[in-house]
């Protein structure tokens, strides 16, 4: 009887570690002479850490040994990994804009990036776009929040109409957010997507708390998948990992597990 149940439950774990397996949202094959610039040359350009467009799609692009210490920045993350976020006080920078098929990082839509205190009402970061006064490189201070509140961070295109959530379950269950954790970097380099912007001193910004870093989002608020409409900074957070639900095969081989121990009773 023990045995069975043992491998019931074994069977269970197994198949919910599955679940929990890195998980990578593809972005669209973009940049290059006369068009935008793609994720993986925004950020070589960001973050002084060389990546290929067409190496992005997977965890740990980006990664490598530079910033405070010469320490390895961790690249980015799984898509499992960047829908919730916790706590306290965060500071959001503005990076990019590239939205609207124009080789400039001012971008030809506004938008708007809020936050959300456990699904709540949305509060509003900051507003970037030919109509807002907000400039590459600009840091913007959120309220404290509660650290036991589940934080979502959201970016609302005022021509596409599109409201990216970094949780999908906002999105109709589409991922319009992928995230780079650049823990330890120095200096995110604004001023070398060209047209000026400034640079920011990472080293500058409040000191990390325990379990906390610093990361890069890049939203997808058109239709393109190319997720690079609009790049910000976010600082002293620290993700909450998604745990799903087990699957019904799952549930159902525990059941059977059950069922079987009681027979040899």
């Keep these: ?31 290059g002479a006369g068009s935008e610039m793609g994720v993986g040359q925004i950020y070589s350009a960001l973050t002084g850490i060389s990546l290929a467009n067409n190496a992005v799609n997977q965890v740990g692009a980006g990664s490598g040994s530079v910033g405070i210490g010469a320490g390895t920045i961790a690249g980015r993350v799984s898509d499992d990994r960047d829908m919730v976020w916790r706590d306290g006080s965060i500071d ?3 990076a990019a804009l590239y939205w609207g098929n124009s ?22 970061l900051f507003q970037a776009g030919p109509g807002h006064s907000a400039q590459r490189g600009e840091i913007f201070s959120s309220s404290v929040f509660p650290t036991t509140a589940d934080i979502r961070f959201s970016a609302h295109n005022h021509t596409s109409g599109v409201t990216a959530s970094t949780d999908p379950l906002n999105n109709n269950g589409r991922d319009r957010v992928i995230t780079f954790d650049i823990t330890g970097l120095e200096t995110l380099n604004v001023s070398a997507l060209g ?6 001193d990472l080293t500058s910004l409040p000191a990390l708390g325990a379990g906390k870093g610093t990361f890069l989002m890049f939203f997808e608020t058109g239709s393109d998948d190319d997720f690079q409409d609009i790049v910000i900074l976010a600082h002293n957070i620290k993700n909450v990992p998604i745990v799903p639900a087990p699957s019904a095969a799952a549930l159902g081989l525990l059941g059977l597990g059950g069922i079987v121990a009681r027979r040899r009773r």
């Design 195 to 200: 047209f000026g912007g400034q640079n920011i």
């Design 92 to 94: 959001v920078g503005f």
């Design 1 to 31: 009887m023990t045995k069975t149940i043992i491998i019931a439950a074994a069977a269970v774990a197994a198949l919910a570690g599955a679940a929990h397996a890195n998980s990578i949202t593809n972005v669209a094959l973009t940049g």
């Design 103 to 124: 080789n400039t990082p001012d971008g030809n839509a506004n938008h708007t990036i809020s936050v959300t205190q456990d699904n709540g009402a949305a509060t509003t």
